[in-house]
């Protein structure tokens, strides 16, 4: 059975039945990824503000009951704690460890946040005909810590991070409006052209992810990303936070296209 | 001074002195103007994760900090006590006064929420040629509560209330697409053409506003509406609450096409 023809669920339990460790870049075409945040509940109303104030690097898809490990609306059964491929434990605002499932570390009063991923809008820019480099080259998208500020809230502060895909001049206006029509994935560039007005010293060294070409002819176009709340739990020192790890993502039910309601 | 030329900034000052007291329909046109949702902290969580998984009815504009009434994004210096017509006080899921400002009810621990209003749509809506029936009849939009629910959330729930404008058939098809362009606004009508399917018994007989002509050859098309949340604080029995009164809603420093952002 070609892997891309599996269905969401029966991925998610591969995942939770531990023979799929791997990054989900690519698998179940058409369908959402998302981000996870979980955070214990006396950080969730902060965190809730700082996604409704951020809506472009956090774009939330869902927010779970406090303390239950499944969700609703965009993954039918799936388990928070075992069905995305490899987790991050953050403490006081530190990266402890990186897990394959995260079911010692469940409570009662922990709060999960599926956060829109910029794998949806990729497909969509893949189809109208827009080289994804860091997809060329086989690495990960190059993520860079900007000097744009978010809007604070509560105890959450931090700057934006954003990912590079270098665009052909004549495709820009292209990548602008096709990624503006899906904001529950980032939506539209936050800047295009000059990495040094938004606080980046070197396209060559990322703090996050792989440098990537940008050849003759292109210009760098940079889109909100959902690492920036990782970035926030970091700055902020916050006492425990689950993350998933860079590129291993849950895969939901819900379709891109459905993203764009 | 023609009134359509005076500022947002200078309306709500003439609010706060006493010197309007009326519906705020047709005051600074091309500025968005917001519902008000006023709850103590210990409800804010919960009403937070409400809007959120109820986009089409609460589309948040801005979440003030907690125990401040200005704002710091859709209207510069506005003071949330005083700068709209009209308010209501809700006790116990219960109205229980309409008052001009509420300096004497404002507390330490209390959440303003902005949300997106119709006017906003409306006028896009009378922009590209399609008549509002309550505008014509000079009468409020009809409103319903429908058989929807909301998705709930802690103490919220309740079903969604709409509003309803008649639809040329001719023209249905651009009322969904001018009205798509603009979620933050309740985006694209939740239902058209049959008020039964959504358990409304009878358009002559809204449950706010007032009923207008459906014409021969016109459809009635619905919209999620910002009254949804007052009848979920309603519903749900909350303790303590402020709204704006139905038609008195804060004039923002927003122009409606940034709400297309």
Redesign the interface.
Known sequence: MKNSLISPASVRLQIREGKLKEPTSGLCPGYAQANLVVLPQKY??DF??F???NPKPCP?LE?SDTGSRFL??IAYNADIATDIPKYRVYENGKLTGEYLDIVPFWRDDLVSFLIGCSFSFESELTGAGIEMRHNTEHCNVPMYLTNIPC?PAGSFHGNMVVSMRPIPYEQVVKAVTVTSAI?RVHG?PVHIGCPEAIGIGSLDQPDFGDAVTVKEGEVPAFWACGVTPQAAVMASGTEFCITHAPGHMLITDMKNICLK?
């Open positions: 969730a109303y809730l503000l996604a409704q104030r939330l927010v609703k609306k809007v904001p539209a309601e």
